[in-house]
């Protein structure tokens, strides 16, 4: 937790409410916080601060803004990804979230295990945006989109979120071209399930608009080729 | 598992032998192999190769090498790693393996709590550097060193390790200078525990030939800086 991330709502007075028993136990007892202290601060959808330690309770924490401090940046790209085994899909949203990626899609996909889509980690996807959100010290939650169907999603909702401007890559290990580094423009990137996409998938993901793109010849496991692609694409960032 | 990796006494006859129980439960529930089928071979510091399967049984399976295939290329990296908590050990050995990292050295540093050095996966790197050679399909493991002393290290060893022709960066979230990218030679890569390494520890590093660099504002963990910085530097490799 490099930041404390609030509602808006704790952030309304004066001093500001730290009252999440989670955000309470990490500032007690792994920060060992006192009085006149300072903290970086954060509200959600706004802000990013430096605060001092007013009152320290059982249940609460006051605190009160001394200055405003610049948010990250975000990348601009949307992040497209074959819905995950769930212990991956909480690591992938952090991971994602941390690195600034703007939205975030999970999608079916012939190899995704339909298992996959009942996981209670579904329903707490905005907790671990909020780790992903403390961790870097950003403050803007990303958009996040869940598609349950490949062929509506990809026929009707990729296609808006192609142009010249903005590209999209499927990594694909049987493709020719390599995925680009360095590049300095928005794109879409979609990343395949274990086992990767199946051909019929590829074909769609063409005809609509994707270019594949290969990451060499090693296999890479999805919760560690994000950080790895956008390393890549996003150098210059 | 992308490949099934074996020791070399595995493989010295005309059929070669899988015996691992770990491998052959994951041959038999994860991909139901049969008589007849073809696997991804790889004999450990040696060649990989396309093998029929010729024989299950309960302890064995017997495989028949037909013919040869390309190891993937590691990356000319050194990766110097501030000891990680134990959870973030595995992930991180694997990964780096995955990813084709030449030599993997793990480091003691200020904030590096002590009994990280008492894990029992210390003794069980090797598991975690063939699981990542299996995810790869790499056959080839990396050096692995383990320096428990920082100073001696960073003044007697860490200047062997660099030279114009292959410079050593230190992430560090002060410095003014950013991580290059897409670069065309060999480097070494030091990666700071949680919270980064303290300014006596930067400035020995600098003393001693290194470029502090800068990965942005945003604070990544340990386990996903790895992926993301080996995607920056070796996207053109």
């Given amino acids: ?64 803004p001394l200055y405003e401090e610049p948010v990250p940046k975000k ?15 909480r ?43 403390e961790q870097a010290g950003d403050t803007f939650p990303p958009e996040i989109g869940i598609y349950k169907r490949f062929k509506p999603f990809v026929e009707d909702v990729l296609p808006q979120m192609i142009s010249v401007e903005r590209p999209a890559y499927v990594a694909h290990p049987y493709a020719t071209h390599s995925m680009p580094h360095a590049i300095e423009h928005p794109c879409t990137i979609l990343i395949g399930p274990e086992g990767g996409y199946i051909p019929y998938e590829i074909d769609l993901l063409k005809k ?4 594949a793109v290969s990451l060499g010849n090693r296999i890479i496991r999805t919760e560690t080729v994000i950080p790895y692609v956008l390393g890549r694409l996003f150098s210059t960032w």
């Avoid at 990348?75 to 899909?89: F, H, Q, S, W, Y």
């Avoid at 975030?104 to 295990?113: A, F, M, Q």
Wanted: aromatic share 6%.
């Fill in 208 to 211: 609509n608009g994707c270019q």
């Fill in 75 to 89: 990348l601009p790209v949307t992040l497209i990804v074959a819905m995950p085994r769930p212990k991956v899909l």
């Fill in 1 to 64: 937790m490099n930041i404390v991330l609030l509602d808006p709502a704790s952030a309304q007075d004066d001093l500001w409410t730290i009252q999440s028993a989670r955000q309470i136990e990490h500032l007690k007892h792994q920060l060992d916080i006192k009085i006149g202290d300072t903290l970086k601060v954060g509200i959600r959808g706004a802000g990013r601060y430096t605060a001092e330690v007013i009152e320290i309770s059982e249940r609460k924490i006051l605190i009160q």
């Fill in 91 to 133: 690591r992938l949203i952090q991971d994602a979230v941390t690195l600034g990626v703007e939205k975030i899609i999970l999608l079916h996909s012939y190899r995704v295990d339909k298992s996959y889509w009942q996981t209670p980690f579904l329903q707490q996807i905005d907790h671990y945006v909020q780790l992903g959100l």
